[in-house]
């Protein structure tokens, strides 16, 4: 196109010295905006009226211009260290199709396509900066394209050039697709179903709710698709189904479903997916969780006595939502009095609660204490008979108690005595 002008086609050049017709002497191209022009060799510039120029230049874009476009994505992450796949097709008018053959080459440029050392790629030329090849088929107008070991000087903005057999060059300006380079894959997205009804990732869900959580990613170009894994931190057996498929965009995903029945074991726990790519010098991963949270009716995990002359013990109970703990003597009710201290301690998990109770005063053989846990899913009760025998007293039950009990030592000025055990 150097050393000729543009002039849009049908119209007429007027010279000093003659009138030249378009028709009989040009060559044709492409312009900056897709649209079909001449060029003119002897390079004459129009002198028409301008309103018949407007006319003719408006009749011309719905005849011809339309006839030329190019369908790419408009953005595209690549990984560092693998490759990038550009899903492309275009189309030209009708009357080039016949110098659209196999031997037509693709071509991209990066950034500046004005400017031909910014060609980076040529389907007929290796010797390029960019390694790849192209897919798809150029004479069916696919010009899918993949380029290989991709690194962070790859990253910008490409636009495609087709060029067949004269007078078929032409590159396509109007759309161009920005390639990003990334160290790192995206965290995949995490999703939660219950009763195969999704609801929101803080969502509590109740005991024995059938339970899905989905982990999906978008894959991205890599010599060996990448895998989905699932971890916990309670270190679960975790049952998990992956598979590949095609999101609503046309381009492939990978899915991991984590199912189970949810117990209060699972309370707390948070669940860990992490996308993992093999690239050939590194491996590439990324992540994301969730926590999940199952209300649950309240259970007793520990209840311990020990006695001197002041009985002291521990009830531990857990649930969700966090329980209320009540004392019962010899099933009456108690509560803070001269003879008697309670005190409760909600540990850093707030479902978790502990409360010890002092007894300041004399029991008899046939005295029992039970502890009662209540919250809005259930309650749960233990007792135990407060006057025991040296020979109940068990070492592990005195090593548990004397642990939980430290830190109240000196409130209540005990020391561990018998440990008495549990009524069944």
């Known amino acids: 196109m150097d050393g000729y002008n543009l002039k849009c086609r049908g119209e007429r050049v007027q010279d000093d010295e003659e009138v030249v017709d378009k028709e009989e002497e040009y060559e044709e191209d492409q312009g900056p905006r897709g649209k079909v022009c001449v060029s003119l060799k002897d390079g004459s510039y129009f002198n028409k009226e301008m309103d018949k120029l407007i006319l003719f230049i408006f009749l011309l874009q719905g005849v011809w211009c339309g006839d030329w476009s190019i369908s790419l994505p408009k953005k595209i992450e690549a990984l560092r260290g693998s490759c990038v796949i550009i899903n492309c097709t275009f189309t030209i008018n009708n009357t080039y199709d016949k110098y659209l053959t196999d031997s037509a080459a693709g071509m991209w440029y990066k950034d500046d396509h004005t400017n ?32 290989y070991d991709i690194t962070s000087n790859h990253g910008g903005k490409f636009y495609f050039r087709i060029e067949g057999n004269d007078p078929l060059k032409s590159t396509f300006t109007q759309n161009s697709v920005s390639v990003g380079v990334i160290d790192s894959p995206l965290n995949p997205t995490v999703q939660m179903f219950k009763d195969q009804m999704k609801i929101e990732v803080h969502e509590e869900v109740l005991e024995r709710s059938s339970m899905c959580l989905r982990c999906s990613a978008k894959t991205l170009c890599s010599s060996s698709p990448p895998t989905l894994t699932w971890s916990s931190t309670d270190r679960l057996h975790l ?9 609503q965009q046309n381009q492939t995903e ?50 311990s006595c020990n006695r001197t002359n ?12 966090s329980p209320k703990v009540k004392w019962f003597l010899s099933g009456r009710p108690v509560s803070n009095s001269t003879n008697t201290s309670i005190i409760e301690e909600r540990l850093s998990s707030t479902d978790l609660k502990r409360s010890f109770i002092s007894l300041h005063q004399s029991l008899t053989n046939t005295d029992t204490l039970q502890c009662v846990t209540i919250n809005t899913h259930g309650t749960a009760s233990e007792k135990i008979q407060l006057f025991c025998s040296p020979q109940e007293t068990t070492r592990n039950s005195a090593v548990i108690t004397t642990e939980v009990l430290r830190m109240f030592a000196a409130m209540f000025a005990t020391t561990l005595g018998l440990h008495c055990k549990k009524f069944l």
């Not at 980076?120 to 030329?125: L, M, P, R």
């Not at 049952?239 to 999101?247: A, I, M, P, V, W």
């Not at 699972?266 to 990324?286: E, K, M, P, S, W």
């Not at 002041?310 to 939502?321: D, F, K, Q, S």
């Open 310 to 321: 002041v009985t002291v013990c521990l009830c531990e109970a857990h649930g969700n939502p």
């Open 254 to 303: 990978i899915i991991s479903d984590l199912n189970f029945t949810a117990t209060h074991l699972q309370h707390g726990v948070t669940f860990i997916c992490t996308i993992t790519y093999q690239l050939q010098q590194r491996i590439a991963t990324a992540q994301n969780y969730i926590t999940l949270r199952v209300q649950y009716a309240t259970k007793i995990s520990l209840f």
């Open 239 to 247: 049952n998990e189904n992956s598979r590949l498929q095609l999101d």
């Open 116 to 147: 031909i050392n910014n060609i980076v790629f040529n389907s007929s030329n290796s010797n390029l900066p960019l390694k790849g090849e192209i897919t798809g088929k150029l004479k069916s107008k696919d010009c899918t394209t993949i380029f």
